[in-house]
């Protein structure tokens, strides 16, 4: 054994080290050279044999190849796992689930407001809209509706200050469009509205209305009929029925509530096997709106002339026609965000 040999016996091994592929092969090539039969370890072994004045040169040469080695091999190491490692970062298991994409979607409200929108104004209806903060004058006064007078009670109405209010009603937006456009008007008002309501299935203290005024020469109570004959037919089906019960509103005159045939027992014609209909109890009507001929005293508000021209309105909740429609029986399914019912629909 000579320096010539221990320097090729490191060559090679260093060359080995470069080339190997896998922690094994590495691990293979420090066993083949260090390890306890290995050929660097058999040379120091061996120098005790050798003639005394090669020792120091072969001594020194297998131990300087050893540690040059040993070096190369621990970085060598480090380069297989990092590149291991990114390896399995990048690599696409095909089995694994997609990653999903999140579409945005209409809420159910919009979606039903569009559609209300279109039904009105496929009649000669154009759409206008008003603040939800609200002055006092423009939702209660002008409205016919005196201070002193219940509908204006502190229990039902959220106060801002500066004599705001949060719209109770979509009515006050009658009265914008009446202050600043003469006759005739034919509009639908959609919106927000608010009041100091529970927070129970059908109560909520934030809802939706769609507000409608027709005003012009000789409109009539059957002209208000007729609209909401159709109206309901559109919406609710061909079958629908509607009936006009006397109610009261300070701002119509005469007023009405208005119902549609149960969509739940078909007006009673299909009752339910066991007892009543959970929809309307067995009466066989619903609810929707309330309605009327505009009050004389809110044409003066506006500065109308109540001799030359005659008007109806109406109001309905938005929420109830869609928990009616599609069977929805909390209302706070529609403010609660609420991933597995919104996306139900759209
Ligand atoms: N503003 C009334 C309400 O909120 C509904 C309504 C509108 C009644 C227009 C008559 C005319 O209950």
Redo the contacts with the bound molecule.
């Keep these: 054994m000579d320096e010539k040999s221990v320097i090729d016996i490191r060559d090679a091994a260093v060359a080995e080290v470069t080339g190997a592929r896998s922690a094994q092969a590495l691990d293979a090539v420090r066993i083949k050279y260090l390890g306890r039969k290995g050929l660097l370890t058999a040379v120091l072994r061996g120098i005790s044999s050798l003639d005394p004045s090669e020792r120091g040169r072969v001594g020194k040469a297998a131990n300087e190849a050893k540690s040059v080695l040993a070096g190369l091999i621990s970085d060598r190491a480090r380069e297989l796992e990092e590149a291991s490692t990114r390896k399995a970062g990048a690599a696409t298991d095909i089995s694994l689930p997609g990653v999903g994409q999140w579409v945005g979607r209409k809420h159910l409200i919009s979606i039903v407001t569009g559609e209300l929108k279109r039904i009105f104004v496929g009649m000669g209806f154009s759409v206008a809209t008003g603040p939800d903060v609200e002055d006092v004058f423009h939702n209660f006064t002008a409205l016919n509706t005196p201070e002193g007078h219940p509908a204006r009670e502190q229990s039902d109405t959220f106060f801002v200050d500066g004599g705001l209010v949060l719209r109770?009603?979509?009515?006050p937006v009658q009265i914008r469009v009446m202050e600043t456009t003469p006759p005739p008007i034919r509009m639908i008002f959609p919106g927000r509205?608010y009041r100091k309501d529970a927070w129970d299935a059908v109560h909520s203290p934030e809802f939706h209305?769609l507000?409608c005024l027709y005003v012009d020469r000789g409109v009539t109570f059957p002209d208000l009929k007729g609209t909401l004959a159709y109206f309901a037919r559109r919406f609710f089906g061909p079958g629908t029925g509607v009936r006009f019960r006397p109610g009261y509103?300070p701002?119509?005159e005469p007023?009405a509530e208005v119902d549609i045939t149960c969509v739940g027992c078909r007006g009673g014609q299909s009752p339910p096997d066991s007892g009543a209909c959970r929809l309307c109890g067995g009466t066989g009507w619903l609810e929707i709106?309330?309605?009327?001929m505009v009050h004389p005293a809110v044409f003066r508000s506006v500065g109308y002339d109540a001799e030359e021209f005659t008007g109806f309105?109406?109001?309905m909740g938005i929420d109830r026609l869609i928990m009616l429609k599609y069977g929805i029986r909390d209302i706070r399914y529609f403010l609660e965000s609420d991933l597995r019912f919104l996306e139900q629909f759209g």
């Design positions: 109770t009603h979509t009515s509205v209305q507000e509103f701002f119509t007023s709106l309330g309605a009327g309105a109406f109001g």
